[in-house]
């Protein structure tokens, strides 16, 4: 593979990545967000879940500040 094929793949990888990224966090805060609607999580739980859903927005916090600053620099 020549140099010029691996640095025209990457941006797109990096693309994918981010899109994937920031879909399955949004999907994540939704469940919780839901779950926690409906009384379906135990108290024994709630730091467990408390702790992946700030971790999901933290991902999206993250994709959209990268976002913002590509678009910047376009």
């Known amino acids: ?23 399955v966090a949004r999907s994540c805060v939704a469940v919780v967000d839901a779950m926690t609607q409906r009384g379906a999580i135990k108290g024994e739980e709630l730091s467990t879940i408390g702790k992946l859903r700030d971790d999901a927005v933290q991902v999206i916090q993250a994709v959209e500040s990268i976002q913002q600053e590509r678009a910047m620099d376009e």
Do not use: F, I, R
Request: aromatic letters at 4%; charged letters at 35%; proline letters at 4%.
């Open 1 to 23: 593979m020549s140099k010029d094929t691996k640095e025209n793949k990457e941006p797109d990888q990096y693309d994918h990545l981010m899109t994937v990224s920031n879909s």
